[in-house]
């Protein structure tokens, strides 16, 4: 028997991370090829935009995708998210060159209190959110607590774009493939600060870092071009990601509904104090995802280097954090 199709909420549906994720969704690759799917496209209720939403869904249409069961415009996150399963929340305004994303934080984050607090009054009661519009961690903890009656868990921040650009970083260093990197994981921020750590990584069981062994390229090479990677990226094409997020939002909510068999993958999740990290700080951390629930990964060993990176971007969440507590 076929299943019930499940509701898929997206956001900035018309943007260019938009054109590059709906396509995929309806082909089954984020929920599986026996999913079908309803999606619930949200664009800002302005006519050039809704216009060119009705664009993309006439070229979904025009894919005649088997699972997609369903398709609807809105401009009112009230009615988007109403019964949704899955909400990814891409649509906000993107960095420029020479913008840090936390630049972004004025001009997004009243985006995430109101598209929490229509969360919280009409998405499914197990609804899973993910924040990509930056400044991501800031805006899925502003959507968090705006949406006081579900669960704080629910909500989780996008890293793993960061995940996938240092599993790219280490492949071609060990010149071995990227899809035999295990362990891998990046803490905190999506921004520079964020730390990529590989000390806990393997390849083949052979442990990478004992594999490169050099301290140097980690801290001076390695961590600056995963963490700088958005940037060289809006230089090189004139506009910030987009193919490559929209494929690190598939992989993140696929890997929470469909589980990683024990694989570490990195996910922004609320803090429930692992690591030092205080409660509720939206964070990177390495987890295994298991019967449509994630697990942060505890117990390993935080070396001083390790440490100085993850109070380094933690200490920017927090001042993010400050910066929009008059919203809360
Ligand atoms: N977390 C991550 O790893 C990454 C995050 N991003 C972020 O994703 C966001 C979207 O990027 P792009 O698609 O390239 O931008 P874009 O400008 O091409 O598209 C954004 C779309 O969102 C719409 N939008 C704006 N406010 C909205 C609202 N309140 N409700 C619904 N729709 C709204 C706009 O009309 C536009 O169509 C940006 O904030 C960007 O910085 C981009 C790449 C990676
Ligand atoms: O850098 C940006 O502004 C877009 C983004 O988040 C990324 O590519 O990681």
Not at 151 to 169: E, G, Y
Request: glycine residues 8%; proline residues 5%; aromatic residues 6%.
């Amino acid at each position: 028997m076929s299943k019930t199709p499940v509701r898929v909420a997206v956001t900035g549906a018309a943007g260019q991370i938009g054109y590059a994720l709906l396509f995929r969704i309806a082909s089954g690759e984020m929920l599986g090829k026996d999913q079908p799917v309803i999606l619930q496209l949200l664009e800002i209720p302005d006519e050039k935009a809704q216009k060119a939403l009705a664009g993309v869904m006439m070229e979904l249409e025009d894919c005649a995708f088997p699972l997609l069961a369903g398709m609807e415009a809105h401009a009112d996150a009230m009615t988007a998210f109403k019964d949704t399963d899955y909400a990814l929340l891409v649509g906000a305004r993107p960095r420029g060159p020479g913008m840090e994303r936390a630049d972004l934080l004025a001009a997004n984050a009243q985006i995430f209190t109101a598209q929490g607090k229509a969360l919280n009054a009409v998405a499914s009661r197990n609804v899973k959110v993910l924040v990509v519009g930056n400044p991501a961690n800031t805006n899925a903890y502003i959507a968090m607590k705006s949406a006081p009656d579900l669960p704080a868990k629910n909500f989780t921040a996008m890293l793993r774009l960061d995940h996938n650009r240092a599993a790219s970083q280490i492949a071609i260093k060990t010149g071995k493939p990227v899809s035999a990197i295990r362990k891998l994981t990046v803490w905190g921020n999506h921004s520079p600060t964020m730390y990529a750590d590989y000390r806990f990584a393997t390849i083949d069981g052979a442990s990478v870092q004992a594999m490169i062994n050099d301290q140097d390229w980690n801290a001076n090479v390695f961590l600056p071009t995963v963490g700088k990677r958005g940037a060289a990226i809006i230089d090189a094409r004139g506009l910030s990601s987009a193919a490559s997020a929209a494929n690190a939002a598939i992989d993140h909510m696929r890997d929470w509904a469909l589980g990683t068999n024990g694989e570490w993958v990195t996910m922004g999740v609320p803090s429930n104090g692992e690591y030092g990290i205080p409660q509720d700080i939206v964070f990177g951390f390495p987890v295994t995802c298991e019967g449509g629930e994630y697990r942060i990964v505890e117990g390993l060993e935080i070396d001083a280097f390790s440490q100085t990176c993850i109070d380094k971007t933690l200490a920017e969440l927090q001042g993010e954090q400050d910066g929009v507590r008059h919203l809360l």
